[in-house]
């Protein structure tokens, strides 16, 4: 590279690779500062003025937040499922993305535990859930794996870290980062029996609500059924949102980093997973109108009030289920690159919206004969601290394509 | 004391419950008012928005909906139902749920508590709890100037962000029983312990007591024939029973299974 042409930051910057100029990354975390601001006055407002500036209420004491939870961890289940693939089932190819996946993960999780932090109440007696932990409860465990999960994630990312030119010059980092790269495969083994308890644990969270028909579900000793799906339904979206932030850095960054193949393979496993997924809901979804119905909840109850209609449940499984599944499975559109794009988005979307009808739609459907239904949307505090973990989640991935070296292909895809 | 402490091991317990006579019922809401002022409930100068508004005890109206002359109305006063949960649900819906072990079903009198000091408000029992029993503080609480002056001594205030629902006025227990420990006794009375609900309901609707016990009005008034419970077919196993003699009352609480007076836990 020309030195004249180099950037700023460039002695930070990993060896053989291009980027932008530093002014133009810097207006670009500046831009990304604007809508963060906005997220951190919604948050200080939860925290100063509580959480009445809100549109949560007592009939809905779930939101926006706990569905963008739920479906934020899902998402984030590319790290863990990538991690399996590549250090347990030894599927090679996948050492070129479980770099990139890894940091999804991170971010991912740390926005998680963020969305929590704003939506409990006493955000500084959060730590009761781990002093006065009641082990029958299906969220003390999400809480104990997520915590430890998220330290195998930053376990996972410190060695990216350590690799960071500048840092790497030094002996100890480097002996530290490598050491780590040996002990991955055990790692990654911790994380995915860790995640599989978590992402089945979030399932636990509505199956258990036995008062609330609609969430409950029944299943194998102390975990219902949903329990199950939520860690399949986590494995088959999860490689599609690594996939698509992908190919989103790729936009940004005008140029390819992962090779074909190596997309090719996780959307192949991610529609395989979607189908099976897909078979064992529609199972679920037989069984409990049958069984609902016998606790005085027949399925019209469930789907009486709009917007919550049966419409809900065909986009569910339908458009956002059976759609990318067919697109990923077959090779011809699985590998025409928009159409993998659609397909992997309405995959994520899918889950989002299987994650807002388990929490926020079983809150939605009365209970009581006498009850009667109220409306719940997001305001803009809700929106603006979820999405504050968006932004923050796009810098801390700048910085990591920026100055780490991910991608371990880009060298060869963009020769200078 | 000595003594008190000697009893502990072999103590009676209780199953504390009420009966609501909804024909007596007349819905002028004295017990939400006796409720409020007895638990410290807090409040605010706009309550137009109910469903942020704090009741331990709210009556609701229903109506058989059939037009004007034969609309007929009825009131059900809704206290928490200090669930007990049934066969493979073991647990009160709530109780299970809780993370941090902050609400509890209290074995000795069948009481579910909770621990306002522990909550750290992640709202989970709110969502388990189908009867909406349970509130959010989406505010701190605020009262008129110098009427902190009046709050009730017994019942600590709730700040906000916690969660918190009827306690059966549980503080009037621990000082009934403490009475009775001090009288050398083990055992309460019947109306040594009531509800501040009970004893504000004009009409002498609300019978409270212990359901176990056979020398209590609410043990023979449960088992009246037209005795029933709210959602009775979800198994949450509720200590609050209804009593109507209007066929459409009991069937608008869902809990029409054909089985009334028989004390009531479907199978």
């Known amino acids: ?416 | 004391m000595k003594e008190a402490h000697h009893g502990e091991g072999d103590e009676k317990t209780y199953k504390f419950g009420m009966v609501i006579d909804l024909d007596k019922c007349t819905g002028c809401g004295a017990c939400m008012v006796a409720c409020m002022a007895e638990n410290n409930i807090s409040f605010r100068k706009d309550e137009t928005d109910k469903l942020r508004s704090n009741f331990w005890m709210r009556v609701y109206k229903i109506s058989n909906g059939l037009p004007f002359p034969d609309t007929e109305v009825s009131y059900i006063p809704r206290p928490c139902m200090h669930c007990e949960g049934y066969d493979h649900h073991h647990a009160t819906p709530c109780v299970s749920v809780c993370p941090a072990t902050v609400t509890d079903y209290n074995h000795e009198t069948g009481i579910v508590s909770q621990i306002y000091t522990r909550c750290f408000g992640c709202r989970y029992c709110m969502a388990a709890c189908p009867y909406h029993v349970r509130v959010f503080n989406w505010w701190d609480p605020r009262w008129p100037k110098g009427m902190e002056k009046y709050l009730n001594p017994d019942v600590s205030v709730r700040m906000r962000g916690v969660v918190e629902k009827c306690s059966f006025c549980f503080h009037r227990y621990q000082r009934a029983k403490n009475k009775a420990y001090a009288e050398g006794r083990r055992e309460l009375r019947e109306d040594e312990y009531q509800t501040a609900c009970t004893q504000a309901c004009p009409a002498g609707a609300i019978t409270f007591g212990d359901l176990n016990d056979p020398h209590h009005k609410v043990y023979k008034l449960k088992k009246d024939p037209n005795a029933f419970r709210l959602l009775e077919k979800l198994g949450t196993n509720p200590k609050v029973y209804y009593v109507s003699t209007t066929d459409w009352v009991r069937k608008a609480s869902d809990a029409y299974t054909g089985k009334q007076g028989e004390g009531v836990t479907p199978g």
């Open chain 1, 1 to 416: 590279m020309d030195s004249a042409s180099a950037p700023f930051d460039s002695a930070l910057i990993p060896k053989g690779v291009k980027r932008c100029q530093f002014k133009w990354f810097l207006l670009w975390i500046a831009i990304l500062h604007g809508p963060l601001t906005i997220g951190v006055i919604a948050t200080l407002m939860c925290w100063g003025l509580a959480l009445n500036v809100t549109y949560l209420n007592n009939n809905y004491p779930f939101g926006l937040w706990i569905a963008a939870d739920l479906g934020i961890i899902a998402l984030g289940a590319g790290a863990f499922f990538t991690g399996f693939l590549r250090y347990i089932v030894k599927i090679d190819e996948l050492k070129h993305i479980v770099n990139f996946a890894v940091i999804v993960g991170v971010v991912c999780y740390a926005a998680a535990q963020g969305i929590l932090g704003v939506d409990i109440g006493q955000p500084l007696r959060g730590w009761f859930i781990f002093w006065h932990a009641n082990v029958h409860s299906m969220l003390t465990e999400v809480a104990f794996c997520i915590t430890c999960y998220f330290m195998v994630l930053c376990v996972e990312y410190l060695p990216l870290i350590l690799e960071n030119r500048q840092i790497y010059k030094f002996g100890f980092p480097r002996g530290f980062a490598h050491h780590l790269h040996e002990a991955m495969p055990t790692i990654a083994a911790i994380g995915v029996f860790l995640s599989f308890f978590h992402q089945g644990s979030l399932g636990g969270v509505p199956g258990v609500l036995y008062g609330r028909p609609f969430a409950f579900r029944e299943g194998f000793l102390v975990w219902p059924w949903t329990f199950f799906l939520f860690i399949l339904s986590a494995i088959a979206c999860g490689p599609c949102f690594t996939i698509l932030i992908t190919r989103i850095t790729e936009g940004f960054a005008r140029k390819r980093l992962v090779k074909r193949n190596v997309i090719d393979i996780l959307a192949k496993i991610s529609g395989r997973l979607l189908a099976l997924y897909l078979v064992l809901k529609t199972i679920d979804t037989v069984y409990w109108i049958a069984t609902a119905g016998k606790v005085g909840a027949p399925l019209s109850s469930f789907y009486a009030n709009q917007p919550y209609g049966y419409w809900v449940l065909i986009t569910e499984l339908g458009i956002f289920g059976v759609i990318p599944c067919i697109l990923l499975l077959i090779k011809a559109t699985r590998q025409n690159e928009n159409i993998l794009i659609l397909a992997c988005f309405l995959n994520c979307a899918g889950i989002f919206m299987n994650r807002w009808i388990m929490t926020v739609q079983a809150l939605a459907v009365p209970v009581m004969p006498f009850d009667k239904f109220v409306s719940y949307h997001p305001n803009w505090v809700e929106y603006a601290s979820t999405l504050l973990f968006v932004w923050a989640g796009a810098i801390v991935i700048s910085l990591s394509y920026r100055y780490l070296p991910i991608f371990s292909q880009e060298k060869e895809l963009n020769p200078i």
